[in-house]
Every structure is written in structure tokens, then in C-alpha cells.
């Protein structure tokens, strides 16, 4: 367990570090203010850190953060050592997140289902019943069925 929240606080500290490297410290032009980490994950044995992150930005812009991402790697592992003080110094895997795109699709999805539904509500606002307004058997209607017989 202890290992656990271990794992935890250096996940969060390599998350905090990196991005305000990314922010103050990384010169490179494809890592603009449109590039956001999102979460961090670390192993059990704190060897290996996976960094996801977002980019606000088209496909040209996402690759060119990638590419930004993978240079600046070691300047930024070398800055989580520093800030972490550990004996191994994780290395660093950065993952684009799908969470936004994810969200997008399912927001997507909900705007049609809620289209579709307004069509339903619209096609039957004047519409009738095929039969009586409550078509199922009443007790006295079987009483009745059985005296006409």
C-alpha cells in the first residue's frame, strides 16, 4: 500500500514538474501554450513514468507536439530528477490523451439522440390511440365476459 501512494506522489510531482517546464522552461516553438498535461502515471517499481497530455490544435499541431515532446524528453526527465531527489530517475513516456476526443464523440452522440428524440416528441404531439386510452383487461370486464357466455 505504501508502495502505492508512493508511486502516487512521484505521478503527481512529474505531472506538476513538467508542466511548468513545458510553461517556463522549453524554448521550442511546437510546444506552445496549446500543449496540456493531463495525468501521469508511474509504475509500481518507479521506473517508468507515462505522461498524457492534450493539444488544442489540428492534426499538424498534435504531430508537431509529439515531435516536441519526444526532444525535449530528457531535459524534462532531467528536471523531474532533480525535483524528485530519487535515487533512479523514471523514464518518460509521453502518450497523447483521447479523453477530449473521447468527450467530443460521446457529446456528439448525445446531440443526435437528443435531435432524435425531439423528432419523435414532434411526430406524435397530435397523435391518438390506435385503440381505447388504456388497453388492458379490467376485472369487470371479465365478469361481463363471462355472463355473454
Known amino acids: 500500500m505504501a508502495d502505492n501512494a508512493r508511486a502516487k506522489r512521484l505521478a503527481d510531482l512529474i505531472r506538476e514538474v513538467v508542466a511548468q517546464k513545458l510553461q517556463r522552461g522549453i524554448k ?72 477530449p476526443d473521447t468527450a467530443r464523440a460521446i457529446e456528439d452522440l448525445l446531440d443526435r439522440a437528443r435531435q432524435s428524440d425531439a423528432e419523435v416528441r414532434q411526430a406524435s404531439a397530435g397523435a391518438t390511440y390506435a385503440g381505447e386510452a388504456d388497453p388492458y383487461r379490467k376485472p369487470e370486464d371479465d365478469e361481463t365476459d363471462d355472463a355473454a357466455e
Do not use: C, N, Q, W
Not at 509529439?66 to 524528485?84: C, F, N, Q
Open 28 to 99: 521550442d516553438p511546437r510546444l506552445g501554450t496549446h500543449v496540456t498535461i493531463t495525468d501521469t502515471r508511474v509504475t509500481g517499481d518507479l521506473r517508468e513514468a507515462t505522461v498524457f497530455y492534450t493539444v488544442y490544435g489540428d492534426d499538424e499541431e498534435r504531430k508537431a507536439a509529439a515531435a516536441g515532446l519526444e526532444s525535449a524528453k530528457g531535459v524534462l526527465r532531467s528536471e523531474v530528477g532533480r525535483a524528485a531527489g530519487v535515487k533512479f530517475t523514471p523514464s518518460l513516456t509521453f502518450v497523447m490523451d483521447a479523453l
